[in-house]
């Protein structure tokens, strides 16, 4: 709309707002009709003022925007950015559908102005915006062209709005996201996409944060944040760019922190920490030997079965984790020493397949983790042999002291199985047997029936990971590694049903996905933009559509089309 049009709607507006006041003075109170229909229509930007790549806009203009319908005012307000963003609040004034916007210290000369209406935008029927809309304007004579389209993956459990946040490292050189006002701000759409607009030439970094607890700012260790792989570097001849795949997640700061320790016997040593951890060094126990370090699955809970304990001697402890967020605690601590004996019995924790739940394949191992460290030795025959069990010969191979795997010497026979461990087959170190018996059930199909998932991405100067997730049961997935300069990857042996098919470039050859940091900033591996849901029938080969590793994170795009 052009400005004259948005001025006329201005002056209609207010002489209807005046006209009603009128009425309203003269008149007895009067109200719309109750019930009928609920208004579901979405609303929309109708126009605005200064209209779209207008240049030579004065410093005094003021900002309008006219809606489709009347809209909820503290909603709109709050979804308001105007990049390059100033540090006083800009001012709103109201006429019915539209709205007048003023920064306190103008617009300043020879700027690129990028005005966008978040998507959290919604009428007094709290119907919101499908999508936010942007517009943009120059104070000089032209308006900067620099184009990023982007999308951020989210997982369903980080709950909030999500904000775009691009730094212009020309002005800051190392942003703080917790300190530092963006310079360019937006909101990504239902699907994830989001767009910066009107950029000059120069060097940028981008962030997207799931707003948690909804204070349009970023809170560490509360907000899901997606960290990019590079900065991006724009200049006068190049068109818009689309970049890579980002991933939030909640980046943990801070350091495991041990909750308890304590001996519940002459033996034991039994330690809780308040997250998961993985032990990096091997602990040590001042003046006494660890004969065994054990933890349970997914927990805080390490376990340190020791030479037989003095009672009541004080031991030094320490030992080295970190949490899943790569954040490192170096514990020191001490404990006294126990002159009980054990008695408690070891139990079955976790074993996989999960029961009833699982298909596998005929040379599918099975694996089981127990509560205590196990002795090595395995009572043979270890499986009851009766008309509804088997009793399958093998291979057991012990992972950890607590963490047990069988491979079986023929393979599975077709259909349903039960397996039940033999009582005493397997004991702790100190001799006693399970308090429970071993179970698995599970259905075990034809290899021939089994899929393959195959695709290609864009050749890699490092390695790429692709992984192929069930949507339908839990703990199964597929994994293929990609050379440097091969673009081909495949993965045999699928059972069939639903994947999610992703990626990462792996940079640091580790096989886990790096997420990165956003103080000091560290990088996190490009993804390899994630596929469609793909269904894996029986015998069949499921090729995927071309996965698109962005080695360099960022590729010209055509059109300036949402991807």
Request: hydrophobic share 40%; with cysteine.
């Amino acid at each position: 709309m052009q400005s004259a049009k948005c001025k006329v709607q201005w002056k209609v507006k207010r002489s209807a707002v005046l006209a009603a006041l009128v009425l309203f003075v003269g008149c007895a109170r009067q109200m719309a009709p109750p019930g009928g229909p609920a208004d579901t229509t979405p609303p929309y930007v109708a126009g605005t003022s200064p209209a779209n790549d207008s240049v030579r806009v004065g410093g005094e203009t003021p900002i309008c925007i006219l809606f489709s319908e009347t809209m909820d005012h503290r909603s709109v307000e709050e979804a308001i950015f105007i990049s390059p963003q100033s540090e006083q609040v800009p001012k709103f004034r109201w006429r019915g559908d539209a709205l007048q916007i003023r920064l306190a210290d103008g617009l300043r000369m020879d700027r690129t102005y990028v005005i966008t209406i978040g998507q959290a935008s919604a009428d007094e029927w709290r119907n919101r915006m499908v999508a936010s809309h942007s517009f943009r304007f120059a104070t000089g004579d032209v308006v900067n062209q620099g184009e990023l389209f982007g999308r951020v993956v989210r997982s369903n459990e980080h709950v909030g709005q999500a904000f775009a946040w691009l730094y212009d490292l020309g002005v800051v050189s190392e942003p703080d996201l917790s300190n530092d006002v963006a310079h360019y701000v937006t909101q990504p759409d239902d699907a994830g996409h989001f767009q910066f607009s009107g950029l000059g030439p120069g060097r940028y970094r981008v962030f997207v944060f799931v707003d948690a607890n909804q204070n349009k700012a970023y809170t560490p260790g509360v907000d899901a944040l997606a960290v990019p792989p590079q900065d991006i570097s724009l200049t006068d001849d190049l068109g818009p760019f689309r970049l890579g795949d980002l991933k939030s997640v909640v980046r943990d700061t801070s350091a495991p922190v041990l909750s308890a320790i304590r001996t519940s016997d002459q033996h034991h040593v039994l330690m809780r920490f308040d997250e998961t951890v993985r032990i990096v060094t091997e602990p040590v126990i001042s003046g006494l030997v660890i004969q065994a370090v054990y933890q349970d699955a997914d927990s805080g809970r390490v376990g340190l079965f020791t030479q037989k304990q003095q009672s009541g001697q004080s031991y030094e402890v320490r030992i080295s984790v970190v949490d899943r967020s790569g954040n490192r605690a170096d514990i020191e601590s001490a404990v006294r020493g126990d002159g009980t004996a054990d008695r408690r019995l070891p139990e079955i924790l976790n074993v996989h397949p999960k029961l009833l739940d699982a298909r596998i394949l005929p040379d599918a191992r099975l694996e089981m983790i127990f509560s205590d460290a196990m002795a090595p030795d395995i009572v043979e025959p270890f499986w009851v042999a009766s008309d509804t069990t088997l009793s399958p010969t093998g291979r057991f191979d012990w992972m950890a002291a607590n963490h047990l795997i069988f491979t079986p010497a023929e393979s599975w026979p077709l259909d349903q199985v039960r397996l039940q461990s033999v009582v005493g087959a397997v004991k702790d170190v100190v001799g006693h047997a399970l308090k429970d018996r071993i179970v698995f059930d599970f259905t075990v199909i034809d290899a021939d029936e089994a899929g393959t998932i195959a695709g290609s991405i864009s050749p890699l100067d490092q390695f790429g990971m692709i992984e192929a997730v069930s949507m339908e049961t839990a703990h199964i997935s597929y994994r293929a590694q990609v050379a440097p300069g091969d673009s081909t990857f495949e993965m045999t042996g699928v059972i069939p049903g639903f994947y999610r098919v992703s990626g990462f470039v792996d940079v640091n050859g580790d096989g886990l996905w790096t997420r990165g940091t956003a103080l000091p900033f560290v990088p996190a591996e490009a993804l390899i933009s994630l596929a469609d849901t793909v269904e894996v029938p029986s015998r069949w080969t499921v090729d995927t559509r071309r996965l698109e590793a962005l080695s360099g994170w960022f590729l010209p795009i055509v059109t300036k089309d949402m991807p």
